[in-house]
């Protein structure tokens, strides 16, 4: 008895357990991953074979699945985990849900890309496979991340402004790069443009940048012609690097606004000692107290060898003046630097004509050529509005006395009245 007894707890525990294994393979996507891709390299889940991938590549992962059973809406989704800035730059994709039918496998390609700023390390591709109402099926992949030899990326593109620039006004702008290679870059080449107006600054050269270093351009003048017609332009940052071979390029939007269209500004050029200057003689409009007005000169080396040149000002007493990237150039043999004079009228300089004079040394000290430069100074915009507000206070504080000189009369003529023809108010009677 006791061993039909223990027979038949035996039998009932297999069942059980038969019925548990059942129930878990119902809940289970019926589907099994046969294969994971990376551009054609099989990864496995055992972490026996791991792909190498460089900082920036994007790459095809394709996922080979078999089904087991029939299912409607198989969902398939891959990402990276590990990144540190996963929530803005998210490793990642997926297909749309399809239906299998079962002893059919089907293979669907996702794409992704590896963060520039992804740490050089091995890292985890999980990839999922669930339906509407089963238990997903995962599995773990490695990747193994890598910089590359020779990479340069731009970090940050800085335009100002951005809106509303009136049309004869100048965009500055700054590039700031960053070496993720392992290699050091020599004569890192920076230039921007405003391709569908012609315009295109002097490029800036950064002479080393190590692996994992940053560095930020000089600041780019681009002058937006007078007579430019309104609209949204690009302006292109553009970064050479590996002797040329290699180029990366950022785009930001600027919004023009229309200008007073004159005719064009005579430009002018003299060469003496080797070098060419070329500069604006065209009149510039500012006003007192108000924002800097530019004056490009740039400076060619014809020679053939690098040289130095100053920029000083004089005459200018009623302006304040700098000077952008600086007052001292280096130019190579065969290239050119420009150099930007800002200059702004004080508060109290004389409405009219002004002028001053740029002088242009070379290394030695010698003068090489000086440029005699115009200036109309015009009234401050604000000037009149000051006015009128000084008129409006004004008005207040006299409305407010006559206010205050009202209330004081009534105040007077109802403490007459209460008091009666006689000067002795009501008071209270006696009765006898």
């Known amino acids: 008895m006791k061993m039909l007894k223990g027979l038949f707890l035996s039998v009932v525990m297999v069942l059980l357990g038969v019925l548990f294994a059942v129930s878990a393979l119902a809940d289970k996507v019926p589907v099994s991953i046969s294969a994971v891709e990376v551009d054609g390299f099989e990864l496995s889940a055992s972490d026996v074979n791991v792909r190498d991938l460089e900082r920036g590549e994007e790459f095809t992962l394709k996922v080979n699945i078999k089904a087991l059973a029939n299912a409607k809406d198989v969902e398939i989704r891959a990402f990276v985990t590990g990144f540190e800035f996963s929530s803005t730059e998210d490793i990642s994709d997926e297909v749309t849900p399809f239906d299998v039918e079962q002893n059919v496998s089907y293979v669907k390609t996702l794409k992704m890309k590896l963060p520039e700023r ?3 390390d091995k890292y ?3 990839v999922i496979v669930a339906g509407r109402d089963n238990d997903e099926l995962v599995q773990n992949y490695r990747i193994k991340v890598t910089p590359t030899d020779h990479e340069v990326v731009i970090r940050d593109f800085s335009v100002n402004p951005e809106e509303g620039i009136m049309a004869g006004r100048a965009v500055l702008a700054t590039v700031r790069v960053k070496n ?17 107006l012609g315009v295109t600054a002097s490029p800036d050269f950064i002479d080393e940048l190590d692996s ?51 005719p064009a500004a005579v430009q002018s050029s003299v060469s003496a000692g080797g070098v060419k200057i070329a500069y604006s003689s065209e009149p510039q409009s500012v006003e007192q107290g108000g924002a800097a007005v530019a004056y490009p000169v740039t400076i060619v080396n014809e020679g053939n060898s690098a040289r130095s040149y100053s920029v000083s000002v004089s005459g200018a007493d009623w302006a304040i003046v700098r000077m952008s990237p600086g007052n001292v150039v280096n130019v190579k043999p065969g290239d050119s630097q420009t150099v930007y004079v800002f200059v702004s ?14 002088r242009i040394k070379d290394q030695s000290g010698e003068t090489v050529k000086e440029l005699p430069m115009s200036a109309s100074v015009v009234a401050s915009s604000t000037s009149g509005a000051a006015g009128v507000a000084g008129m409006v206070q004004l008005l207040q504080l006299g409305l407010i006395a006559l206010i205050v000189v009202l209330v004081v009369v009534g105040v007077v003529v109802a403490f007459r009245r209460v008091k009666g023809p006689g000067g002795e108010g009501e008071g209270t009677q006696t009765y006898y």
């Open 118 to 120: 992804a740490d050089e």
């Open 124 to 126: 985890r591709i999980r």
């Open 180 to 196: 993720i290679g392992d290699s050091r870059e020599n004569d890192v080449k920076v230039r921007v443009s405003i391709p569908d």
């Open 212 to 262: 994992e270093e940053s560095a930020t351009s000089e600041e780019f003048f681009l002058r937006i012609d007078q007579c430019t017609k309104p609209g949204t332009y690009d302006v292109k940052a553009e970064v050479t690097f590996e002797e040329g071979d290699k180029t990366v390029v950022a785009k930001k939007q600027i919004t023009v606004v229309k200008g007073q269209c004159e």
């Open 345 to 358: 009228a004080s508060r109290s300089a004389a409405i009219g004509a002004q002028g001053f004079v740029l």
